[in-house]
């Protein structure tokens, strides 16, 4: 299977910086959170890190800049956000609880074929 469309959930600090990643390797990805204002914010920290580490360090161009920020949506609707994606990548809070309710979600809406990912816990 060729990956091209990921979608991270949860855009606090692991799952911002693991879009922001992806991003820059030339994947697609939706960054998912509970509310407009999180989301928002990922984006803007990731804008931020781009212009700061890549673009004035004479690493990335703007126009590079432009491209990978293109590339990142950010929404709070989880089910169209796995829509159409090969890996989910999901980053939410470290409640065992809450862990179990979002992957019997996914199992349920996400492909059959989808690859699910969970980052080791701090
Ligand atoms: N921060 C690290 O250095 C680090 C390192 C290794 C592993 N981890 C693991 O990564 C995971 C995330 O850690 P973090 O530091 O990014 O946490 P964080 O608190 O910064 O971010 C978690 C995000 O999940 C969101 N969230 C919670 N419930 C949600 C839901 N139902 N739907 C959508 N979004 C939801 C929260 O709003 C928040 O933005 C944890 O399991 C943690 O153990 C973190």
Redesign the pocket.
């Known amino acids: 299977m060729e990956i091209k469309n990921i979608c991270v959930?949860?855009?606090?600090?692991?799952?911002y910086q693991i879009a922001q990643l992806v991003a820059i390797n030339g994947y697609d990805v939706t960054l998912?959170?509970?509310?407009d204002t999180?989301v928002e914010r990922a984006l803007d920290t990731i804008n931020g890190n781009l212009k700061k580490f890549f673009v004035d360090k004479g690493k990335m161009s703007p126009d590079e800049m432009d491209a990978v920020m293109g590339r990142i949506k950010g929404t709070t609707v989880?089910k169209e956000a796995v829509n159409g994606v090969e890996i989910v990548i999901e980053?939410?809070?470290?409640q065992l609880a809450?862990?179990q309710?979002?992957f019997k979600e996914l199992d349920e809406i996400c492909a059959p074929e989808t690859i699910l990912a969970?980052?080791?816990?701090?």
């Open positions: 959930l949860g855009a606090g600090m692991m799952g998912v959170d509970m509310d999180i989880l980053t939410v809070s470290e809450l862990k309710r979002i969970s980052p080791l816990p701090l």
